[in-house]
Every structure is written in C-alpha cells, then in structure tokens.
C-alpha cells in the first residue's frame, strides 16, 4: 500500500447501506475520478461522483455548487479518446439539467451541455451499468431492466459521439441476455466487436457462458464463446 496517497476520510454516506465507490479512473493528467453511491468526499459535499489529485486530496474544482453532478448514483466511468470522461448510471438530471443516465464530461471535468444522449426506457430499469468507448469514440452502453417477476435483461446500445443510437447497430442493441444480472462489463476491440462478460448463461438464445465475444457486423446469435 503507498501510504503516500491518502484521501482522508474517503467517500462515504450518510446512509451507510448505500457507501460505495463503484468506478475509479486515472485521468491523462493524473488525477483520479471515481464514482459510486456516495454523498461525502473528505469531509465535503460530493454526490456520486468526485475527483482527487494524485496524493488522494480532494479536488475542489469539481463538485462545487450549483454544479451539483449527477442526481443518482454514478456505475461506471470511461475515457474518451483525446480527452473527455463517459459518465454513466442511474440519474435522471446532471447539474440539474436533465440529462437521464449517461453523460459526457469535457477535459476540464466540465459537463458537456451539447450531450443529450437519445433516452432508452424500460419496466423497472437501474440505468446503465457498464460502458465502454471505440477508438472511434462510439459508446457501446450496457442497459439493465427486470420484468418485475424474476428475470434481468441486458441490452448493449451503441451510441455515436453525438448521443443518438445507431440503429444500423444490428442485434446486439436489443437482444436479450438472460440470467440474474446479466452483463457486468464490456471491452471494445478496435475492428467495432466487443467481449462481454458476466453471469449470463444464454446469448440470444444460444448457450454462452459468463464470456462471449460479439463480431463487429454481425448480431448476437454469431457470438462465439471465449
């Protein structure tokens, strides 16, 4: 453990069920975003999301307010290439804007305004939960739903960098993938396909367990078990 990096009294909550620090990404600069279901962040007021330098002190620059961040908790964080973070998760407003489970933050940390990513919604949704981005800057989102009874649905949405889905994206957008959570995270691979891994036992109806690699242009039924 580098005893040097010390982020005080770390992330928490006031509602300590709900204390978790679910994402964490090093910035090009060094500086550390992370993410999560907490509220306080050394000793400050940080909703779900906050940024701190390399020696683990809180960055005051993000966070103050009225730029209050997300409204919900924050899942998962991904880069951007040449600069830029995906923000991704269960809120429906970003410094009070509404802006529903995925945005784009600039360099600077700043919200992008001009993201308004195209809305998806379904019974019972918890939001996106896993997120990755091409070298081409797509955004392939992983979106969780239940039917309310006993069965969880993943579905991956493949955004372009203006947030709006790309329905020439076939299969892979809405189909099923069945098991009790689903898919827990995704790698984009630089020809446009993708490995996908979690608790899933069936791949649009074929058997594929836990990993499964998704072709570029075809649908899920041509994923090949890893």
Do not use: K
Request: charged share 15%; net charge negative; proline share 5%.
């Amino acid at each position: 453990v580098d005893l040097s990096f010390n982020p005080g009294t770390n992330l928490y909550s006031v509602n300590v069920l709900a204390n978790f620090v679910r994402t964490v990404v090093v910035l090009p600069d060094g500086r550390i975003m992370a993410g999560g279901s907490f509220n306080r962040a050394v000793g400050s007021r940080r909703d779900y999301l906050a940024r701190f330098w390399p020696d683990g002190s809180l960055d005051t620059g993000l966070g103050q307010a009225p730029l209050t961040g997300p409204s919900g908790t924050v899942q998962t964080l991904a880069p951007l290439p040449g600069g830029g973070l995906m923000v991704a998760g269960s809120f429906t407003n970003f410094n009070g804007l509404q802006i529903t489970n995925l945005a784009r933050l600039l360099p600077d940390g700043e919200l992008d305004e001009s993201f308004r990513p195209q809305p998806v919604s379904y019974y019972n949704d918890s939001g996106f939960h896993a997120l990755s981005v091409d070298s081409a800057g797509r955004i392939f989102a992983i979106f969780s739903s239940t039917d309310g009874v006993n069965l969880s649905n993943s579905r991956i949405f493949r955004y372009d960098a203006d947030g709006q889905i790309e329905t020439n994206y076939i299969t892979p957008i809405l189909q099923r993938f069945q098991s009790a959570v689903g898919i827990s995270i995704i790698v984009t691979l630089a020809d446009g396909g993708a490995y996908i891994g979690g608790t899933f036992e069936t791949v649009d109806g074929v058997q594929h367990r836990r990993v499964a690699l998704l072709l570029a242009h075809l649908g899920v039924g041509e994923a090949r078990l890893v």
